[in-house]
């Protein structure tokens, strides 16, 4: 039987989550969607789709066993779950996952290019190249898209062996963003450096067309300033 | 005999669609224009030309028939009131034309290009191309500007047989765009789709101008997914 | 002696247009400045220099006679009135002056380049190229800088015989535009259309870099469709 | 002993400083931090490391003395400390500085490009190009990174003989813009000039490829326009 008080707390986080995304500047309309998951609890919460930002209630939220399968009457799931559910699966340690269309991601997912290093504001949150998957066959599309489009992300993680923990995002060939983190928080903020970094990335090849990554001990002080257990940023 | 309750409901949705350009950032000054039709009344309710949106108010909106003759005394209808008439008359199942000089899509009009279909966000709204009109002859411009403009609209529609409903915008050259709909909110909708999408193509060819559209099974995935009787998209 | 109640009306303008500036995002810190002139009562009302605009009260606007010499006690004027009074003395039937260093006309005062008419957007208000000076000489910015940057926009409109009224700005080289009107908000107006054209201009040619300016007759046809006495747009 | 009134003081200002950058858009989530010398008293405030500027209060500013050693219980110091302490080493005449990721600034420090003066916006505030730093090696990002950061900064000046009383901002290779005053206030505004004219610059380059910086007496002029014993812009 679900615990209505951590499903409830889910809801919560899951729907302010989804309302920080237009307020960041990062969705219009009804484009993009926040879920959690709780793997002990053998749920997801999924924002419901295509569901207008400012009628959106927390008790809309969308709850879905570890396969995406609803548990509670109610509305529809964001058609991406499918994707969100691969996500977890593949990638363990993570328990929120952001879509959205971020004008400046979906330009680079739209050029199929992966976003090179270019600084220390990419090196803070991302440590290395954000990739952009392989464009989805036909047949990927056909079958079962959702679920395909969470699986090229996943290949395209294992094939240039990227930590997910290390690199918390991806651009979908073509199609656009996603990202993740600890909490559907910290996913969206991740979604709000992919964005901006993905900015910079595109000016910066502007300015100096022969401009190159950091280096590698660059890409490293300012990711573990921030990350692992010899991180000093912030307050402990 | 004007149905007047009808028309008073005809004339907030216009009214409304029309503050929702600004609000969206989509006009400045007196720019762009809403009208909605109802074919079975007769009837066709448009903005006033050049009146403020922080004075305009509903009953300002202006009633003409189905030829753009105006109905009751008042303000003067937009002067691009002939171009909404041609694409009435052309496009049957349209109930509602927006037009605007929305920043990027009469970026890509003034390059007199047509929008390629460079991703899902674009495919989810634009089944294809969003064309781009011929230029006006001097002729043209010179007997009935406005009315031509609609004409020519039409003329690149049936050119390349394109369905309008499938397609619900266009960049008039050198202009810039209209766009249309079911509602006017739908119609104020693809018009903030067509800006940003239009954004979208001129930093995807800047970020690798090598780059192709998306392959027509994915155009059709994400469309559909969104359109027609097979659409999944949304609640039901 | 001067008309008291005039005066406080022009100041009142005078405020109100400055302060339009910012709120339209075309001026930050203290960049920017509007005046206005009563030829018959033989004024000039402007903003003072380097007063936040925060801080900022219509009584705090500097009054001075035609040729710039101030008339009350109180703050100073604009360190830019010189260039004002000089617009004013050539171009004999403005009433308000408007300058900032609103974005997107200073890229192209600083690239050195007229702005080209690329559309309808531009033909609306500027009938033709907006003109950018030549460079002032070292011995110009040495001796009178502000009136000879007055001197240089001048000169500018007589060499291309520009009429001033049917294109109602300029662009100053390497420093950014001035524009001009029947009132200070119609100054303004000018302003925020000269910065979306030069914006528009900019990704025109990058989205088509063979682009050609609109033709003559669609110029002549937008321009005189909002001016002069066979105009059409707007409320009579 | 410390004075509490005059640290009071302080925090407040540094605090407010701080928020500046949010509301100016040029600081997302918690990148970017300002501090403020006082010599005389032998201490430097500044923002406390990775706090929320939604959370964050006056009391939470953290003192130090003139080498960055923390004088008072309470939250750890900002990450970019020893930057700051450098500064304030070898630039005996500024009082605050400020470090920020703001989107322009950062794609110039990324391409590793000094930004020309274009234009009058630029030469208001920084007498001459805005220099980029070198890139640090392994040794200086290994060692002590944020205090070499500062060396290098101090570098660029002396190597260059730039005076950073006139030109009071920097970009870091690779990471982003620093900028000094003699107020926190004065600091914060030199960022916010500095990203406009990194914005504009670039887009200047793209309007004309071949355009050169500004001629050294309009520099000259608009620099001492409003800076030094003859000075005529503003009130006095």
């Known amino acids: 039987m679900l615990n209505k008080v951590l499903i409830d707390e889910m809801k919560e986080r899951v729907f302010s989550a989804n309302l920080a ?6 969705v219009k309309l009804t484009w993009g969607n926040v879920s959690e998951i709780d793997r002990e609890a053998g ?7 295509g569901v207008p930002y400012s009628t959106m209630e927390a008790c809309h939220m969308v709850v879905t066993d570890l396969d ?5 009457a109610g509305l529809k799931p964001s058609s991406d779950l499918a994707t969100h559910v691969q996500l977890y699966k593949a990638f363990k340690e993570i ?3 952001v879509h959205t269309h971020s004008k400046h991601a979906v330009m680079w997912a739209q050029s199929g290019r992966e976003i090179p290093a270019y600084g220390t504001t990419h090196a803070d949150t991302f440590y290395g190249v954000v990739p952009c998957t392989r464009q989805l066959t036909s047949e990927e599309v ?6 395909e489009t969470g699986k090229v992300i996943v290949e395209a993680f294992s094939e240039k062996s990227i930590d997910p923990l290390a690199v ?5 060939y073509g199609h656009g963003p996603f990202t993740w983190g600890e ?5 969206v903020e991740n979604s709000i450096v992919l964005d901006e970094i993905a900015e910079m990335a595109c000016v910066t090849e502007i300015v100096n067309d022969r401009i190159q990554p950091i280096p590698q001990y660059l890409l490293d002080k300012h990711f573990f300033r921030k990350h692992g257990t ?3 940023y912030g307050q402990t």
């Open 142 to 147: 056909a079958s079962a898209y959702e679920l």
């Open 183 to 187: 909490t559907p928080q910290k996913a």
């Open 43 to 49: 749920v997801i919460v999924i924002k419901p789709s």
């Open 21 to 26: 995304l237009p307020e960041a500047g990062l």
């Open 168 to 172: 918390p995002g991806v651009l979908v």
């Open 95 to 97: 328990n929120a996952v």
């Open 68 to 72: 995406g399968e609803v548990l509670e």
């Open 230 to 232: 010899n991180a000093y």
